[in-house]
Structure formats: structure tokens, C-alpha cells
T-cell receptor, first 110, second 113 residues
Framework: QKEVEQNSGPLSVPEGAIASLNCTYSDRGSQSFFWYRQYSGKSPELIMFIYSNGDKEDGRFTAQLNKASQYVSLLIRDSQPSDSATYLCAVNTGGFKTIFGAGTRLFVKA | SQTIHQWPATLVQPVGSPLSLECTVEGTSNPNLYWYRQAAGRGLQLLFYSVGIGQISSEVPQNLSASRPQDRQFILSSKKLLLSDSGFYLC????????????FGPGTRLTVL
């Protein structure tokens, strides 16, 4: 069974620090990797995607992918209280099916 | 720009009652459409997806069904709700058959009593 694993948290970081969120996946054939942010009671919002090994930066967010280790991460620089949310890692193995992790809760302390 | 609508936003239904949730997408043609359910504190479970009008793929056998009567309309139904059907129902869309970036609607929170 294809799986996506995340630490449920909560991960607590002070305002201005770097938050590091991690995700592992089981299917070596996975091709596309996504990070969604979900505020309490709201629907998930796509914030980053990465398809190739290495780093991809977008503003304060950096996604990192290591296919050999089956590992993807999200770094949030200069964390703000408004970044407090659950972050979902999602993996697509090709086609129309995407598998979501259960999410990591992030709490940024002011 | 594309937008996705879901209704109702919240719903409280008794066990054994029928269900109909609707999702519509604007600003794109021939989208791929998805229904997910998210139980409290859990990940998203893919229920159905559709790549075109009248085409439905079912991922989890259960008492739910889906239909796609129009290109940008996706409906989730049940004839008789169970307590275990409670959850947050999310509709999503994507385009093409590439990396499959999915975008979610606002969701429907269903409570079955």
C-alpha cells in the first residue's frame, strides 16, 4: 500500500525562526510532490510543488526533494504567527491519484 | 481565473437520510474532478474522481456514489447515510494528465446524527 508519512506534531517554533516540516513516501515511482497548508476548519491550499531533486524556493518557502531517500521537506523562513496551520504533504505517482499525509501541525509563537 | 464552489457549507443529517453535495468549477474546461473526505485529525481519503462527463472512478467501496452530469459539475450522493459518513467533504479540480496539481473547494462539513 502506498503511503505518505508525516510527524503529526505539533511543531512549535518562535516567531522569526525557520520551521522545518518533513515527509517520507513509500512509492519509488512517485513523480510529483506537493505541500498544502490547511487552517483549522478550512480547505487545503496549495503552497508549493516540486518535481525534481533539489531545492525549490518561493518567497519564504523552500521545498526540498530527495528521491533516493524518498524524502521531501518544506522550510518556512522567518516564521510568522499566521503560518500556524496544518501542513499536508501530498505525493502523486502518475495519473490522477494523489496520496495525502495526515499533516503536521505547526504553531508559531509570537 | 478559476474558482470552485461547494454547497452546502454545513449539513446535519439523521442516519438513514439521503445526501446530495454539489461542486461546480468556473474558469476552466474539461477539468479532472475529485471528491475527498477528511475525518477529524486524519488525512484526505480519495472517494471518487472523474476525467470527463459521465466518467466516474471509485476508490473506496461504500454507500456513496458520484455523478458528473456536466463538464464542470460534480455531485456526491448517498441513499442512506451512516454515522461513519460524518466528515469534511472536499471537492478538488486539476487539469490535464501531467503533474496533477489539485485545487480545493471550500468544503462541506457533514454531521450524521
Amino acid at each position: 500500500q502506498k503511503e505518505v508519512e508525516q510527524n503529526s506534531g505539533p511543531l512549535s517554533v518562535p516567531e522569526g525562526a525557520i520551521a522545518s516540516l518533513n515527509c517520507t513516501y513509500s512509492d519509488r515511482g512517485s513523480q510529483s510532490f506537493f505541500w498544502y497548508r490547511q487552517y483549522s476548519g478550512k480547505s487545503p491550499e496549495l503552497i508549493m510543488f516540486i518535481y525534481s531533486n533539489g531545492d525549490k524556493e518561493d518567497g519564504r518557502f523552500t521545498a526540498q526533494l530527495n528521491k533516493a531517500s524518498q524524502y521531501v521537506s518544506l522550510l518556512i523562513r522567518d516564521s510568522q504567527p499566521s503560518d500556524s496551520a496544518t501542513y499536508l504533504c501530498a505525493v502523486n505517482t502518475g495519473g490522477f491519484k494523489t496520496i495525502f499525509g495526515a499533516g503536521t501541525r505547526l504553531f508559531v509563537k509570537a | 481565473s478559476q474558482t470552485i464552489h461547494q454547497w452546502p457549507a454545513t449539513l446535519v443529517q439523521p442516519v438513514g437520510s439521503p445526501l446530495s453535495l454539489e461542486c461546480t468549477v468556473e474558469g476552466t474546461s474539461n477539468p479532472n474532478l475529485y471528491w475527498y473526505r477528511q475525518a477529524a485529525g486524519r488525512g484526505l481519503q480519495l472517494l471518487f474522481y472523474s476525467v470527463g462527463i459521465g466518467q466516474i472512478s471509485s476508490e473506496v467501496p461504500q454507500n456513496l456514489s458520484a455523478s458528473r452530469p456536466q463538464d464542470r459539475q460534480f455531485i456526491l450522493s448517498s441513499k442512506k447515510l451512516l454515522l461513519s459518513d460524518s466528515g469534511f467533504y472536499l471537492c478538488a479540480w486539476s487539469v490535464g494528465a501531467g503533474h496533477n496539481e489539485q485545487f480545493f473547494g471550500p468544503g462541506t462539513r457533514l454531521t450524521v446524527l
